[in-house]
């Protein structure tokens, strides 16, 4: 099970965090104690020279990638394949450098509910529902283009706002 996602820049500032199991999800203390410890036992480590995933504690792994200022990292169980979830963050990155043309830190501070979405498609509740790069992109724009029809009329419910489900699309 994936218990967390995160993304982190060179600075240590999280750019995106999705916590999937209790008790780190009801507290958010703890986790920003595991967003820093994360970084911290990433960062000290040397790009191209060591392997992308070491123990947090004895029951969870981080498997993680540097890509320019940005660190994808994953927070499993010790029984997750470590390389499948390598294999995962590629195709996080991928889905999210066909939604933004060269995804960069910008795009996930001012397009931080696209980056939920695209996420939402590949993991939900901790485990993985899809992997196809295709049906995640595609999927991703059906969504953004019809989640919030008409939210610049201001204040009400969904429904008033056009709220409409993934069922309208379908």
Request: aromatic letters at 10%.
């Amino acid at each position: 099970m994936i218990h967390s996602v995160m993304i982190f820049n060179n600075q240590g500032k999280p750019r995106l965090t999705t916590f999937y199991s209790l008790p780190v999800s009801a507290s958010i203390p703890a986790q920003q104690a595991l967003v820093s410890q994360v970084h911290r036992l990433v960062s000290e480590r040397p790009d191209g020279v060591v392997c992308n995933f070491l123990d947090v504690d004895d029951d969870r792994r981080v498997v993680y990638r540097h890509y320019a200022t940005l660190y994808f990292a994953m927070v499993v169980d010790r029984g997750e394949s470590e390389l499948g979830v390598l294999d995962l963050i590629q195709v996080f990155v991928e889905a999210l450098d066909r939604s933004f043309e060269n995804v960069c830190e910008l795009d996930l501070i001012f397009h931080f509910d696209e980056v939920h979405h695209i996420l939402s498609e590949i993991i939900q509740a901790g485990l993985v529902v899809e992997t196809n790069l295709q049906e995640i992109t595609h999927a991703a724009k059906k969504g953004v283009a019809g989640f919030w029809v008409g939210a610049a009329a201001g204040g009400g419910s969904r429904r008033e706002l056009g709220w409409r489900g993934r069922r309208d699309f379908e």
